[in-house]
């Protein structure tokens, strides 16, 4: 199959479309806008839904909606529109309806700017909705991989009837890169012994969030926690780079993970030991593996754009089998190669005058 040259938002929007999304409800926001006005563009055309809501709190509530059906529904927004949400994913996940967010971030606090960053990553992960629930969440470091964890996205969301955000930064949502299209690799499980289509031959159902006996939403919540440990022992996945001697190892998510795989690159062609861990789920983390690399490594570096969030999963991955570093920018600062290349450069004189002094 041919590759095309595509925006990031648009490869998004076109997986989603070939991933069998029947509806879209978004209201639009930079730097994410090109999903909906592509949706907007093809959907009516193929005789699916597309609604322009009035708020990011609308959206998210036609997702339910659509969602109790079992149908394949998506909204998309950038961070403080994201931050609309959060009350809404919790009656998600409580509720067990499938949804697909497409988060792609912006610089922040507050409206902040429209530049890229990872500062939503507490957001995403941790979560301002009430309760005890997590969403699942894919983060994309390049066109290609959005396109394949868009589709990814659907099948996890109706396979574990559970919302799921494919987490991007405003690079991967503005940038064009050649990618492909392939069809639709998953056999969804069948919706109908749960989804609410009508009671004519079959008795009445509920999807609800509220759960009043004594004791019902205790035993609801550990069984969707149940779930999650499913999910985890399944779906984990990372990438790594140059990682089985690496006695410095970075971590680093999106497209930073990618920046940071040409600084490993020049590293090891200038004889330092340096290896790439990318989380490619952030939702469930990888942390087994991770700590697996860790107690191979002398030193772990953490990338981001922002100030420390993924820091705090990683640590507790590490769980001090080696130290931990944090190099990273907020508001809309960028990480380049040269930047990442001259801390590892720093950091791995640190690690030889500790070995010449015999510290780890």
Known sequence: MAKVLVK????????????GCQCYFGYPITPQSEIGEYMGRHLPELGRTFITAESELASINMVIGAGTTGTKAMTSSSSCGIALMQEAFSAMCCA?????????????PGLGNIAPAQADYFQALKGGGNGDYKLIVLSPSNVQEAIDLTYRAFHLAIKYRNPVMLLADGILGQMMEP????????NDPDVSEWALSGADNRPARNIVSLHMPEGALEELTNRIFEKYELIAKNE??????????????????????????AAVKRARENGMKVGLFRPVTLSPFPDRDLHEAAKKADMILDLELNKGQMLLDVRSAVFGACPVEFYGRTGGGLLTPDMIYSKIEELYKTLDSKKEAGVR
């Open 96 to 108: 067990e309806v499938p949804g697909v967010i497409i988060s792609v971030m912006r610089g922040g």
């Open 236 to 261: 984990t996945t990372y990438e790594d780079y140059m990682l089985s001697d690496a006695k410095l190892v970075l971590t680093a998510f999106g497209t930073v993970g990618r920046v940071a795989r």
């Open 8 to 19: 990031g938002n648009e490869a998004i929007a076109k997986a989603a479309i070939k991933a």
């Open 179 to 186: 990618a492909e299209f392939k069809e639709y690799p998953y």
